[in-house]
Nanobody, 125 residues
Framework: LVQLVESGGGSVQAGGSLRLSCAASASTSSRYMGWFRRPPGKEREGVAAMYREGQTTFADSVKGRFSISKDNAKNTLYLQMNNLQPDDTGVYYC????????????????????WGQGTQVTVSS
């Protein structure tokens, strides 16, 4: 069982930045970890995923604006979000896959076994 706790959400104006953190109760190395979001009134969608440096996946809508990283020494996943837009508003969730599992679609919900409770991000125009 892996417990995930997100932090760093908040309210910003368009063009601003936020960094989300996800503290895991187990090792973040050798496993895929991802960020998902649920926009208001919509289904949850994949934002970014990472196995190790150089093995990352991003949704087209965030490419060039968001980056994902891990600090395996701290068992923490990060999502750096720059040039935020109102469409980025939503509850952001951290997810972890089973260690050593090779994911076919790293931004697909069903690939992940463990989920955090989410943190709210609100971007105003």
């Amino acid at each position: 069982l892996v417990q995930l706790v997100e932090s760093g959400g908040g309210s910003v104006q368009a063009g601003g930045s936020l960094r989300l953190s996800c503290a895991a109760s187990a090792s973040t190395s050798s496993r895929y970890m991802g960020w998902f979001r649920r926009p208001p009134g919509k289904e949850r969608e994949g934002v970014a995923a990472m196995y190790r440096e150089g093995q990352t996946t991003f949704a087209d809508s965030v490419k060039g604006r968001f980056s994902i990283s891990k600090d395996n020494a701290k068992n923490t996943l990060y999502l750096q979000m720059n040039n935020l837009q109102p469409d980025d508003t939503g509850v952001y969730y951290c997810a972890a896959a089973t260690p050593g599992t090779k994911l076919i679609l790293p931004t697909r919900e069903s690939e992940y076994s463990y989920w955090g409770q989410g943190t709210q991000v609100t971007v105003s125009s």
